[in-house]
């Protein structure tokens, strides 16, 4: 089974209409991360949390919010998706060393807003 | 501000070639570390290498390895005995050591032919 799951893997949806993305994790770490995918930019991070307790906004946060229910779910919701939301979103975990824990994916989450 | 820049949003090569991706980077953190990920057409994010700033090492893995100039603020990536399937987008990042926040390149296009 996958260490980091996402649901759904696609999604159509109509503009205004609110929507979660859910992230799993088996592998035990306190932090996790939620990025967009956009073509010709690369992935830009929307927010990490640290722990179920402590969350933060990142570079594209405007839209968006999320919720850290337990250690190994942390959840993206957009509460009136826009067209310009279509993208690839992907959810990522480490552990608390950055030096020296890597950043694992999720299989991402394609979202299109019509 | 940490910033990642690929210059080259395509590239191919012939199998069993060698061929080198660019990446240069700028960042006012002291600690920090830049990776190379892959992705190939199931958009799944495969890391590919890791390099920590403060070593002077270039880090290798198997085909795949590093030019790292840290004064010149510059990553490449090569790759040796290319492969078919190496055929996929191959992204820079930087990783901050404190927050462990990693900021992408816009990502180039490796196409191997046989």
């Known amino acids: 089974d996958a260490d980091v799951t996402q649901t759904p893997r696609n999604r159509i949806t109509k503009t205004g209409k609110r929507i979660m993305l859910e992230c799993s994790q088996t592998?035990?770490?306190?932090?996790m991360y939620w990025y967009r995918q956009d073509p010709g930019l690369g992935l830009r991070l929307i927010y990490y949390s640290f722990d179920v307790k402590d969350i933060n906004k990142g570079e594209i946060s405007d839209g968006y919010s999320v919720s850290r229910q337990a250690q190994a779910k942390f959840s993206l919701s957009l509460e009136s998706a826009i067209p310009n939301q279509t993208a690839l979103y992907f959810c990522?975990?480490?552990?608390?060393?950055?030096?020296?824990?890597?950043?694992?994916f999720g299989p991402g989450t394609r979202l299109t807003v019509l | 501000a940490q910033t990642v820049t690929q210059s080259q949003p395509e590239m191919s090569v012939q199998e069993a070639e060698t061929v080198t991706l660019s990446c240069t980077y700028d960042t006012s953190e002291n600690n920090y570390y830049l990776f190379w990920y892959k992705q190939p057409p199931s958009r799944q994010m495969i890391l590919v290498i890791r390099?920590?700033?403060?070593?002077?090492q270039n880090a290798t893995e198997n085909r795949f390895s590093v030019n790292f100039q840290k004064a010149a603020k510059s990553f490449s990536l090569k790759i040796s005995d290319s492969q078919l399937g190496d055929t996929a987008m191959y992204f820079c990042?930087?990783?901050?050591?404190?927050?462990?926040?990693?900021?992408f390149g816009q990502g180039t296009t490796l196409q191997v032919k046989p």
């Open positions: 990522a975990t480490s552990g608390n060393r950055p030096l020296t824990d890597t950043q694992y």
């Open positions: 990042a930087s990783g901050s050591g404190n927050t462990g926040k990693l900021i």
């Open positions: 592998k035990g770490h306190d932090r």
């Open positions: 390099q920590e700033a403060y070593k002077q």
